[in-house]
């Protein structure tokens, strides 16, 4: 059976092919699209750059979007560094940093150490601190050793009860599970795991709240309740966006809403959904 996301995806793939770039001896994965401010998309666990070929396709006629993909080596506070590094590179004085996840936690890192690099963060279903994350699953393998079978069974059964939980959306679950079966290569999966496990406390923030913004989705399966409060409570946000619905990966679960809301943020014409005024906007 045909997924129209996976095709869409590799259509925008082909379209947009992902280069190389060496930042401090470490092997990205890089995407330059568009004109306009500057907009840096750093990615979960589960995605290389492209997963955002939806906020890409809909917004590069207005934004120039820089997405990454993760170096096989490296942590969280080199990764940060070679945010900063990647903005030098492409001549970037400034970008708003949206970071997913693990991607948020690198782009907190990041606001921590060089605020003056970014124009906002925009920290999205992630998490505040990674204390107590060892004794998880699949943080409490041993990930160097552990077969690359076992971690991705871990996915493919988390994915499977959501897809259960959530028929409509079994195209999603595909995609992901495409990118954790090998998509996504070991080293790198093996790396993004780690980051997290090993991972340093987060500096104390160093930007204003009315540039920092908060995103969540209240059913996200990863990032429980008590997280994102946590989060909320770090960051200070000057607006918190939430999710009814969209689990983990809004931005492909309800791409139309992630890019008004990205629209909102970055100042732009607002081509979809309303999402309101006020600190908190919920959809």
């Not at 946590?230 to 983990?248: D, I, K, N, Q, W």
């Amino acid at each position: 059976m045909t997924n129209s996301l996976i095709t869409d995806r590799d259509r925008f793939t082909t379209a947009h092919p992902e280069t190389r770039m060496d930042l401090n001896g470490r092997d990205w994965g890089v995407r330059d699209v568009g004109h306009g401010p500057e907009l840096l998309l750093i990615p979960g666990t589960l995605g290389r750059g492209d997963i955002f070929w939806h906020q890409i396709e809909s917004l590069s006629d207005r934004l120039r979007i820089v997405t990454v993909s993760y170096p096989s080596v490296g942590g969280v506070a080199e990764w940060a560094q070679d945010m900063v590094t990647l903005l030098d590179r492409l001549e970037i004085k400034a970008a708003s940093v949206l970071g997913s996840s693990l991607g948020g936690y690198v782009a907190q890192f990041m606001a921590g150490n060089c605020p003056d690099r970014m124009s906002y963060l925009i920290a999205a279903n992630t998490l505040h601190s990674v204390s107590g994350l060892s004794e998880r699953m699949p943080y409490a393998l041993d990930l160097a050793a552990a077969p690359i079978t076992d971690l991705r069974a871990g996915f493919a059964e988390g994915l499977g009860a959501w897809a259960t939980a959530h028929p409509d959306q079994r195209e999603l679950v595909e995609l992901l599970l495409q990118e954790s079966g090998g998509r996504i290569l070991e080293p790198e999966l093996r790396a993004r795991l780690a980051a997290l496990k090993h991972g340093p406390e987060l500096p104390p923030l160093a930007l204003a709240p009315d540039r920092v913004i908060s995103v969540d989705a209240v059913d996200d399966p990863l990032i429980p309740p008590e997280m994102r409060q946590a989060v909320r409570e770090r960051l200070t946000p000057s607006v918190a966006y939430r999710f009814s619905h969209g689990g983990h990966f809004p931005y492909v679960a309800r791409p139309a809403y992630y890019t008004a809301m990205l629209e909102q943020v970055m100042g732009l014409t607002v081509t979809g959904p309303d999402w309101g005024d006020g600190p908190l906007r919920e959809r």
